[in-house]
């Protein structure tokens, strides 16, 4: 398959392709419900293997210090453009290397070090680039954390409103990795405008359902949009930074020349291809089809049992707490791993457990959604789940591989974006 696939890669490294081969039948076999990952299409597979990736091109369109960008700036004009008119932005930068190097760019463009700055807690479903205490945010930066409210499992508005106006913070972020419910941008803005912060709205989760209409959109709300481009919103792996005119210059200089050299050419191809797909009608249905997926699926999974934090979701993202099943998040990882479903595990609010080893998984609908997998298909995705939870604390391994045998099934008859047919 690859050989047809990649004959140039299959004839100079059959080793190396072989491993693709076999990523690629995984992709395509497997039930893959981790909330940040997603299948490309065949459209951004290309751009972003292009020649483009040959060029140095340092600096920004029509201001590059290398020659030879004719082709170049259109690439990148196009996809700023795009971004733009996506997300109704004034200005945008496309460069970031992915969504952890945009973050800091933010820090380079807004702080200084020993600066306080906030965001919301890792345990709590915040980004380790938020201010945490092992990432460079929160050793070269101060970081204080906010969290959610121990009843509701939602952010508590007036905690946070609190925490700004005693620390006075540079920068606060909002947004997270493990945030199952919507994100009022409206009431950061005006927590953030007391507080005299920058407020950041760190999209990378939820950058597609906003895009497709399935989630409030930050524009207007914050100083800077800052999100990676290949989870929701299903383009190649990178980032951007959207902001008002008035930040404009603040953030291109953070990102060249402060934080970063050439930009990948390719990836911003692979951008643009993403940001046109993401504004067609298809790309909203999409969006609004991720969200009844995931809200069916918390329902299946209320209905048999299971602890969502929250109580459910409003987006593509559940977060289980496991505890009461009796297995460890990890355990219940590894035993749905061997029954072809992907997670990860997941600390839960105020986890007893530990970060490495916590009480919870986390699962999300975007690929399955991707693949064509609809509302009608999330109780059997649901019971695949608690079957294979309960094989976990039973070490029933019969049972792992017999749902392993059903996804498989299952998925065959929904062929992957980007990927062979088997
Ligand atoms: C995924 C994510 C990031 C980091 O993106 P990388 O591309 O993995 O560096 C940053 N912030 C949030 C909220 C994320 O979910």
């Known amino acids: 398959m690859t050989a047809r696939r990649h004959p140039a890669l299959s004839a100079t490294d059959p080793e190396l392709a072989s491993f693709v081969a076999a990523e690629e039948t995984l992709q395509a076999q497997t ?3 981790i909330p940040s990952e997603n299948y490309v299409s065949a459209a951004v597979l290309e751009a972003s293997g292009t020649v483009l990736q040959n060029k140095y091109s340092e600096g920004y369109p029509g201001r590059r210090y290398y020659e030879g960008q004719q082709n170049i700036d259109r690439v990148e004009s196009l996809a700023i453009e795009r971004a733009k008119g996506l997300f109704g932005v004034d200005h945008a930068n496309v460069q970031p290397y992915s969504g952890s190097p945009a973050n800091l760019a933010v820090y380079l463009a807004f702080a200084r070090p020993g600066d306080t700055v906030m965001g919301m807690a890792l345990p709590m479903g915040g980004h380790l680039t938020h201010g945490w205490g092992v990432s460079a945010t929160g050793s070269w930066f101060r970081g204080v954390q906010y969290g959610v409210s121990a009843e ?3 952010i508590d508005y007036d905690a946070v409103r609190e925490l700004a106006l005693a620390e006075r913070p540079k920068i606060i972020f909002c947004g997270g990795t493990a945030l199952p ?9 005006s927590i953030a405008k007391e507080a005299g912060s920058i407020l950041v709205a760190d999209v990378a989760h939820i950058a597609g359902l906003i895009a497709g209409g399935a989630h409030p959109s930050p524009a207007g709300h914050v100083d800077v949009i800052s999100t990676t481009t290949h989870k929701t919103l299903r383009g190649p792996r990178g980032a951007m930074l959207m902001c008002r005119e008035e930040h404009a210059k603040a953030i291109d200089k ?11 050419n390719q990836t911003t191809a692979g951008i643009a291809v993403a940001l046109h797909e993401a504004a067609q009608p298809a790309f909203v249905t999409y969006a609004h089809a991720v969200v009844a ?9 209320l209905e048999r ?7 459910g979701t409003d987006n593509h993202l559940i977060l289980l707490d496991l505890t ?7 355990v219940a990882a590894k035993a749905l791993d061997r029954a072809g479903i992907v997670v990860n595990y997941n600390t839960v609010p105020f986890d007893p457990r530990k970060p490495f080893d916590p009480s919870g998984i986390r699962i ?4 399955l959604t991707s693949r064509g997998l609809s509302v009608e298909h999330m109780p059997v995705v649901a019971e695949w789940i608690a079957r294979a939870v309960d094989a976990a604390a039973a070490s029933d391994e019969r049972t792992l591989s017999a749902v392993r045998g059903e996804v498989s099934e299952l998925m065959a008859a929904f062929p992957a974006p980007g990927l062979p047919l088997s």
């Open 31 to 33: 039930l893959r419900l």
């Open 152 to 154: 509701t499992g939602r």
């Open 181 to 189: 419910r919507t994100i009022d941008f409206e009431a950061f803005g």
């Open 254 to 264: 953070a990102v060249f020349p402060g934080l970063q050299g050439g930009p990948h």
């Open 293 to 301: 997926n995931a809200k069916a699926l918390a329902a299946s999974l």
């Open 305 to 311: 049992g299971f602890d969502l934090v929250s109580g």
């Open 324 to 330: 009461s099943r009796g297995v460890p998040g990890k």
């Open 364 to 367: 999300g609908t975007p690929s």
